[in-house]
């Protein structure tokens, strides 16, 4: 079996040279794998593991736009349609300069796992561009999103495919692309995107669901060794959107936030980022689009730097909410040896694989992006639903049911750890168990995809 696996890495690898994030993912889901496959045999005979290792469509196309001095700007636009076994493909649009077909395969099948823990009927995408909103005039934002969403309605719909943002794509660049949406399709399409604001369809709590989601998840961790979030010290990397409300629900549960980051560096506050301080960060960021570096000339005692990483402070939780690959071997032991409990996955794929074998040989408590950042995709799912029946929700309703999503989603990790004799191994048990409800569905519908 393990030969098997390998034959279908290998291939992949082959036929797609230079996507290392990509042939990462793929290596890391298949590896945990093998049990499931040993078990049901039927995976095997339906070829699901080459099938499911390639997406059903990606679609390439140019955006040019103007920028402020009014010259053409030409930019890649990208959607990987990865997998609808289950549902519409859903995931988000990421807008940064390091955007390219490897990154977003990747995160296309993650994505799909992701979607499968959640219970509810949403298949696997992603999209995006190499455009780089910051530092862009809201003018030039406005013409690219306008010109991205010429070519990408095309090719979603509420029935079919149904982005929401991710990096450097907020509510202002929600608002631009279905506005563009809107008027090229005349449709009042309220389910073709989501995290739009709450005045055209969009959900409460959306903005917070990451975030929220990767503390609940930490939360249910913590409770499988009678701990709890009160009073831990709370190190946090990133600055926007995810980290912005993992470290409020973090505040609000009792901890303490002593750390967060941007590009550019990182704050150290011994104090906590209580929410006061939190609200300025959200002002700095959303609003300003300053640099965090601002944070530590505002208030006293806070310390910023450029070298290293928050990483190597002492904490008891780590939620890397940044980006892709952020955490390496030597940041992983830092943590270890500084004596850290838990460490939830607020990004994709943060931590390199070394740093994933370290916590994992300390027992340090680790939740996979794919089962501890799923708050976002799951409210994105209540988001449609909500639009579907042309209703809302309140903020109650909706923090409720994304806290028993994320509950649901531990203890099918758990529970499927536990069962192939992995008990604890949240990464073996989020990937099977997301594996298993995408594959039997990709069996139940015969050879078609």
């Known amino acids: ?28 889901v298949l590896e ?3 049990p499931a496959i040993e078990k049901y045999p039927k995976f095997k005979e339906h070829a699901i593991l080459e099938r499911i290792v390639e997406p059903e469509r990606v679609i390439l196309f140019r955006v040019p736009w103007l920028n402020k001095d009014g010259e053409v700007k030409v930019n890649r636009g990208f959607r990987v349609q990865f997998n609808s076994a289950i549902g519409p493909y859903k995931g988000g649009l990421r807008f940064h300069n390091t955007v390219n077909l490897g990154v977003l395969k990747f995160l296309g099948f993650e994505q799909t796992f992701k979607n499968g823990l959640t219970g509810l009927p949403m298949g696997g995408g992603k999209g995006g561009s190499d455009f780089d909103p910051h530092g862009k005039t809201d003018a030039e934002v406005r013409n690219f999103c306008h010109n991205y969403m010429t070519e990408l309605y095309k090719h979603v719909g509420q029935f079919t495919d149904v982005p929401a943002g991710d990096i450097g794509v907020g509510a202002r660049e929600i608002g631009y692309l279905y506005g563009m949406y809107r008027k090229i399709t005349n449709k009042h399409g309220t389910c073709v995107l989501t995290g739009k604001g709450p005045t055209y369809g969009g959900s409460l709590i959306r903005p917070e669901a990451t975030g929220y989601g990767t503390v609940y998840f930490v ?7 009678n701990e709890n979030l009160k009073d831990k010290k709370v190190c946090i990397s990133g ?3 995810v980290a912005q409300f993992a470290a409020e629900k973090s505040n609000q549960l009792g901890a303490k ?15 906590g980022i209580d929410q006061e301080k939190l609200e300025w960060i959200m002002e700095l960021k959303n609003v300003r689009r300053g640099r965090i570096k601002e944070f530590a000339e505002e208030f006293k005692g806070v310390e910023y730097h450029t070298d290293k990483s928050p ?11 940044a980006t892709q690959n952020e955490v390496d071997a030597k940041e992983a032991k830092a943590l270890v040896d500084n004596g850290v409990i838990a460490l939830g996955e607020g ?43 042309r209703y809302f929700w309140t903020r109650e309703e909706v923090d409720q049911k994304l806290h028993q999503i994320m509950v649901s989603i531990h203890k099918t990790a758990y529970d499927t750890a536990e069962l192939f004799g992995e008990k604890g191994n949240y990464v073996l048990g989020a990937n099977i168990a997301g594996f298993l409800k995408v594959a039997n569905a990709m069996v139940a519908q015969g050879y078609i995809s």
Do not use: R
């Open 32 to 34: 945990s794998l093998e």
């Open 347 to 389: 990004a994709n794929m943060p931590l390199t694989p070394d740093a994933i074998e370290i916590v994992q040989e300390a027992n340090v408590l680790y939740a996979p992006g794919k089962a501890a950042n799923a708050g976002g995709v799951s409210v994105s799912g209540l988001e449609m639903a909500q639009n579907s029946m």
């Open 257 to 271: 936030v002593i750390a967060m980051s941007d590009s550019s560096g990182w704050v150290h506050d011994p104090d």
């Open 239 to 241: 600055s926007g959107n």
């Open 311 to 321: 990483w190597y402070l002492p904490c008891d939780i780590a939620m890397p909410c």
């Open 219 to 225: 939360q249910e961790m913590l409770k499988t060794k």
């Open 1 to 28: 079996m393990k030969s098997y696996i390998e034959n279908v890495y290998n291939k992949v690898v082959e036929k797609d040279p230079g996507q290392e994030v990509f042939h990462q993912a793929v290596e890391e």
